[in-house]
T-cell receptor, first 111, second 114 residues
Framework: KQEVTQIPAALSVPEGENLVLNCSFT??????LQWFRQDPGKGLTSLLL?????REQTSGRLNASLDKSSGRSTLYIAASQPGDSATYLC??????????FGKGTHLIIQP | NAGVTQTPKFQVLKTGQSMTLQCAQD?????MSWYRQDPGMGLRLIHY???????DQGEVPNGYNVSRSTTEDFPLRLLSAAPSQTSVYFC?????????????FGQGTRLTVV
């Protein structure tokens, strides 16, 4: 059974810092890995999708990497801002039976 | 572009009542799915559908029914609500190309069963 772990569970940093969120998964036979953002009481917003054949994806200040063989992904956030405060979720797709999610990293950026 | 639309946003049910959570997408996606999100548990898959007329069970299907009569709609039915079904429910859709299939989520339905 695929298991996804996100470390740390919570993180609080001052504005302007660069930071790294970690995601690990137990079964490397995945189709893709997706990072989401969830604001309190809201739905999931897709940030980045990395296909299994790719090593990284970038969108603005966000960069996600994927090392399938070691079962790891990182989400790098550059020059963090208070508006980046949210819960960040990592999910992997192994087949037609949906996504397997980690429990998330709750991020607070202090002004 | 509406994307994935869920209704209602909030609902309170009494134990034993039934209801249907609605989900519609306007992206012509073949694949649709339902998740529930509980504190400390993360999101877990309830049911999914790979196309009209085809549905299958996910990780936590007990107490829920689904059907897929059209590409656009994928309703989730609670047959006899129980307090353990108090949760936030999310519907998602994606295209069928597995490797390239970015998932899009609705805004969620917050359900309380008393």
């Amino acid at each position: 059974k695929q298991e996804v772990t996100q470390i740390p569970a919570a993180l609080s940093v001052p504005e302007g810092e660069n930071l790294v969120l970690n995601c690990s998964f137990t079964d490397s036979a995945i189709y893709n890995l997706q990072w989401f953002r969830q604001d309190p009481g809201k739905g999931l917003t897709s940030l980045l999708l990395i296909q299994s054949s790719q090593r990284e994806q970038t969108s603005g200040r966000l960069n996600a990497s994927l090392d399938k063989s070691s079962g790891r992904s990182t989400l790098y956030i550059a020059a963090s801002q208070p508006g980046d405060s949210a819960t960040y979720l990592c999910a992997v797709k192994r087949g037609a039976d949906g996504l397997t999610f980690g429990k998330g990293t709750h991020l607070i950026i202090q002004p | 572009n509406a994307g994935v639309t869920q209704t209602p946003k909030f609902q309170v049910l009494k134990t034993g009542q039934s209801m249907t959570l609605q989900c519609a997408q306007d992206m012509n996606h073949e694949y649709m799915s339902w998740y529930r999100q509980d504190p400390g548990m993360g999101l877990r898959l309830i049911h999914y559908s790979v196309g009209a007329g085809i549905t299958d069970q996910g990780e936590v299907p007990n107490g829920y029914n689904v059907s897929r009569s059209t590409t656009e709609d994928f309703p989730l039915r609670l047959l006899s609500a129980a307090p353990s079904q108090t949760s936030v429910y999310f519907c998602a859709s994606s295209s069928w190309a597995l490797g390239e299939a970015e998932a899009f989520f609705g805004q969620g339905t917050r359900l309380t069963v008393v």
